[in-house]
């Protein structure tokens, strides 16, 4: 009984050591994007489609090549994704599938076993149903950023605007597959007891935290509203 109240406490406290902090990134990017990487990546992103679609003619090679690229790494996490799920559903439907292995400290009845291949298994599904999100995005974009709209006829609604809110999409899908791929080590490591799932899980965030807060101070530019980069003067314009 007291190797399953580590299980009932550890891994819970685990869960929502993530949770909190994926919710006070979100509250960041939404209120402070400028302070978050994932924010300074997405106004350089706007920035740079908006560099591209000025002279489509003369970037547009150059646009496609760099979308091909973010479209070959969500392919192959994608690839790698439902790899592992198909592999995760093999051991849960064969006779290791109710068998403890390997388990330092916890609960190894077949019902605490099924459940942690069972949340393995789904963390994959949804990191390669992300990915393929994101390559349908950046497939999109690809096309859109290409397009010579100096050319089109008026009044058209193709704007540099909307084609970097479709990149931004894409690779927020990419940003959360990532994601549930990364969590998927903790659920791995769950396998060996809940004090390993619990200190990875620290380990994740301390790592995660390091790589999505982006100082100021680093930063000579400032987050910049719609108006500006955008502007409706004609000066520039898209």
């Known amino acids: 009984m007291e190797k399953q109240i580590l299980d009932y406490s550890l891994v819970p406290a685990g869960l929502l050591l993530m949770v909190g902090y994926h919710l006070?990134?979100?509250?960041?990017?939404?209120?402070?994007?400028?302070?978050t990487v994932i924010g300074l990546n997405s106004l350089c992103r706007t920035y740079w489609v908006r560099a591209m679609m000025e002279d489509a003619s003369k970037n547009g090679v150059l646009a496609v090549q760099t979308l091909r690229n973010s479209i070959m790494a969500s392919t192959v996490l994608a690839s790698a994704s439902v790899m592992l799920s198909s592999a995760i559903a093999v051991?849960?439907?064969?006779?290791?599938?109710?068998?403890?292995?390997?388990?330092?400290?916890?609960?190894?009845t077949a019902l605490t076993i099924s459940i942690k291949s069972f949340a393995i298994l789904v963390c994959f599904l949804l990191s390669f149903?992300?990915?393929v999100q994101s390559i349908r995005y950046f497939s999109l974009a690809s096309i859109l950023?290409?397009?010579?709209?100096?050319k089109m006829p008026h009044p058209h609604n193709l704007t540099a605007e909307y084609v970097g809110s479709v990149l931004n999409s894409g690779s927020y899908f990419w940003s959360l597959g990532l994601r549930v791929f990364y969590f998927s080590f903790p659920l791995f490591l769950w396998i060996f007891g809940p004090i390993p799932m619990f200190f990875s899980c620290i380990v994740l965030l301390?790592?995660?935290y390091s790589i999505d807060v982006g100082f100021e101070s680093g930063w000579p530019f400032r987050a910049a509203g719609p108006e500006?980069?955008?502007p409706r003067n004609g000066d520039g314009g898209v």
């Not at 509250?27 to 994007?33: A, D, G, V, Y």
């Not at 051991?91 to 190894?108: N, Q």
């Open 24 to 35: 006070w990134l979100l509250f960041r990017i939404l209120k402070f994007p400028n302070k």
């Open 129 to 131: 149903l992300m990915n």
């Open 145 to 150: 950023i290409s397009v010579p709209i100096n």
């Open 228 to 230: 500006e980069v955008y």
């Open 206 to 208: 301390l790592m995660l």
């Open 91 to 108: 051991l849960m439907s064969g006779r290791y599938g109710d068998r403890p292995f390997g388990v330092v400290f916890g609960d190894k």
